[in-house]
């Protein structure tokens, strides 16, 4: 296995700046550590079903998990591996729900949005990968709908600076990343051609 399989992206520093300066370094670990196990998600069902694993980058939503021609697997396995990490943060939710401890609530409501962000459709998402395994076809058509809806969710959350200043840095993150996935929409349709075809 790679020996820099799991990254930090630098995208993160900003929320790690936002913790540290708020004094709250135990919801910093809490959220950090709940990102991970979601990845981790992901990566066991992918180990599991033989996928090739090259990397995994933590970001702000979860993370990004690059294996080799993930497109030419199956689709049922596409979204079993996509499902891996959602599966893996409702454990922890459950975990939290039925085991009493300090700061049970807060557990509770990290995973929950961790859960539903993670299961909105916009890509790169895993809602939003879960369409795109299932329609292929449709790819430009869904990050166009994902930057555009990333652009509006990140305008709402600037009338809420400064509580909303965290999903205005995911969204604003998420935004850009639709902007570059549309930029380069080309040469993944033709990528994603070739690898099928060969």
Not at 38 to 51: I, N, W
Request: proline share 5%.
């Amino acid at each position: 296995m790679n020996k820099q399989l799991f990254r930090v992206h630098p995208i993160m520093i900003p929320f790690f700046l936002f913790f540290y300066l708020s004094g709250e370094i135990a919801m910093y670990a809490l959220v950090f550590s709940s990102l991970l196990v979601h990845e981790l998600g992901h990566l066991f069902v992918a180990v599991c079903m033989g996928a090739k694993v090259q990397s995994c980058t933590i970001l702000p939503y979860g993370g990004e998990i690059k294996m080799e021609q993930f497109s030419k697997h199956s689709k049922t396995m596409q979204v079993c591996v996509i499902l891996g990490g959602p599966f893996f943060t409702l454990l922890l939710l459950l975990f939290g729900m039925l085991v009493d401890f300090p700061q049970a609530n807060i557990f509770i409501m990290t995973q929950i949005l961790i859960l539903g962000l993670n299961l909105l459709p916009i890509f790169p998402l895993d809602g939003g990968r879960i369409i795109h395994s299932i329609f292929p076809d449709r790819y430009e058509g869904l990050i166009g709908f994902s930057g555009c809806i990333c652009v509006v969710i990140f305008t709402i959350s600037c009338f809420y600076f400064p509580k909303g200043l965290v999903f205005t840095l995911i969204f604003l993150f998420l935004a850009f990343q639709n902007l570059s996935y549309w930029r380069f929409r080309k040469y993944k349709l033709a990528f994603d051609w070739i690898t099928k075809s060969a």
